[in-house]
């Protein structure tokens, strides 16, 4: 399973978009790259899967470049209840293997 | 939507004592799963589950655990003699089936070992 690193935390202010990075060097060619979000006391929650360029939902984009040798986390106009530990997943198959994440804080 | 629960949703025994926790998958889901999260530290996984049957489990999951599916809805964790490092939060999760599905989270159960 491929190893990933994203900043330990970022601090940001409501309305403002938010750029998470991960990288993932070694991903495989069947990796697929998953963003999850978890508020204190809660399971993870899915925001964004993509294996390569662009995916776009109601809450999120995902860009990943030709490479996929990283990925980006575009939360719009994020509010004060986005802030969570976002975790940036690369695998395929059977089991999830979460890292530290990234702790969000959105300020007013 | 459709959610994935969990029983109870704190639990807190004395050492020694063996606990079952509970999960209801997602009714059309065929893939189940048990992580762990100590307080503070990352989601750890546990077990995964496929047609009545452990597919892959972790080096924390030894012997003292035990899962099983007793009656096609529910999906159980058992510890058997409970430690104090096994305090933490279990959260259960489940797919539909193919591998890039989305893991669905339970709210998780709260295990305080005494």
């Known amino acids: 399973l491929a190893k990933t690193t994203q900043p330990i935390s970022m601090d940001s202010y409501e309305g403002q978009e938010v750029n998470i990075t991960c990288s993932h060097n070694n991903i495989a060619t069947n990796d697929y790259i998953t963003w999850y979000q978890q508020f204190p006391s809660q399971g993870p929650r899915f925001i964004i899967q993509?294996?390569?360029t662009k995916v776009t939902n109601e809450v999120a984009s995902l860009f990943i470049p030709a490479d996929r040798k990283s990925s980006t986390l575009s939360l719009p106009r994020v509010s004060l209840s986005d802030t969570a530990v976002y975790y940036c997943l690369v695998g395929y198959g059977n089991k999830l293997v979460f890292g530290a994440g990234t702790i969000l804080r959105v300020k007013s | 939507e459709p959610e994935v629960t969990q029983t109870p949703s704190h639990q807190v025994t004395q050492m020694g004592q063996e606990v079952i926790l509970r999960c209801v998958p997602i009714?059309?889901?065929?893939?189940f799963y048990w992580y762990r999260q100590i307080l503070g530290q990352k989601v750890e996984f546990l077990v995964s589950?496929?047609?009545?049957?452990?597919?892959?489990k972790s080096e924390i999951f030894d012997d003292q655990f035990s899962v099983e599916r007793p009656d096609g809805s529910n999906f159980t964790l058992k510890i058997r003699s409970t430690k104090l490092e096994d305090s933490a939060m279990y959260f259960c999760?489940?797919?539909?089936?193919?591998?890039?599905?989305?893991?669905?989270f339970g709210p998780g159960t709260r295990l305080t070992v005494l």
């Open positions: 009714s059309n889901h065929l893939y």
């Open positions: 993509g294996y390569k």
């Open positions: 999760a489940s797919i539909s089936g193919a591998f890039t599905d989305t893991q669905y």
């Open positions: 589950f496929y047609n009545n049957e452990i597919s892959e």
